[in-house]
């Protein structure tokens, strides 16, 4: 049994209720994110994963209070929650495939592109590729870029949209690497469909089903239990992928 006490929350959603026409998805999503570490935003397909960090962000119309350290923040538009601290690495990566990747990374700050030194430390691959089309990039490499790019702001909390979807095993495995290293000094909010990822990197588990919180807490202690796991998710850890 672990004593120490839970770290103050950065960030803490109470009842939120997201609503698409006649779609009722978010149905009073209530859960805190620590101030440090990795907290993992899990569920089946189509729970309300991705529009929970669209609400958080502004990106989605939402009812319900968000504190971003102790501040409300439902009411901002997303340029001032992002200029507050939160960054936002969405779904489909959306690098801009016209231009290079060192273009990309100066549109978030024109001084600074592949030669910052969060880009040396995190993603070297990256380095010797400043010149090259961002849509030419492989599909963790554009990941990186995408990560990349919010990295070269300050965030006091990073959304991450399931950045490992789609990537091959070795890949799965660097985006981890880079992942646990961020979360040495920011908490993130994670969507992550791959266990093992979760099992290695997250702390805690928020789990949505039917537009509500059904789960949370300790990430170890639901990857270690097969039958929630199954219960909850509808998989098993066999299924999926290395981390
Ligand atoms: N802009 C939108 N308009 C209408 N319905 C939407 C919109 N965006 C999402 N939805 C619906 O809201 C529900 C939740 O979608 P969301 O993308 O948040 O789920 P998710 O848990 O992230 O799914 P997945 O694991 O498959 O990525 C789905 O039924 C989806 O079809």
Do not use: C, W
């Not at 990106?59 to 939160?86: C, D, F, Y």
Request: charged share 20%.
């Amino acid at each position: 049994m672990n004593d120490t006490p839970p770290a103050a929350a950065i960030l803490s959603v109470a009842d939120l209720h997201v609503r698409y026409g006649g779609s009722h998805v978010l149905q009073g999503v209530t859960f805190d994110v620590p101030a440090t570490g990795v907290t993992a935003l899990l569920g089946r397909n189509g729970v309300g994963k991705t529009t929970t960090l669209k609400a958080i962000i502004g990106l989605a119309p939402r009812t319900g209070r968000i504190t971003l350290r102790g501040n409300e923040i439902q009411s901002q538009r997303t340029s001032r929650i992002v200029r507050g601290g939160i960054g936002y690495v969405p779904e489909d990566r959306e690098v801009f495939g016209g231009l290079t990747v060192d273009e990309n990374l100066r549109l978030v700050d024109p001084d600074r592109g592949v030669d910052a030194p969060v880009v040396a430390k995190l993603f070297p691959d990256l380095v010797g590729r400043g010149d090259q089309q961002a849509g030419t990039l492989s599909g963790g490499q554009q990941q990186m870029v995408s990560l990349a790019r919010v990295l070269l702001r300050r965030n006091d909390l990073l959304l991450i949209d399931e950045p490992t979807k789609g990537l091959a095993p070795k890949l799965v495995t660097e985006v981890a690497d880079v992942l646990a290293e961020v979360a040495r000094t920011t908490p993130l909010l994670l969507v992550e469909q791959n266990l093992p990822l979760v099992r290695r990197i997250a702390d805690q588990v928020v789990v949505i089903d039917a537009g509500r919180v059904v789960h949370h807490g300790d990430a170890a202690a639901l990857v270690a239990d097969p039958a929630l796991t199954r219960e909850l998710l509808g998989v098993s850890m066999r299924r999926k992928g290395a981390a």
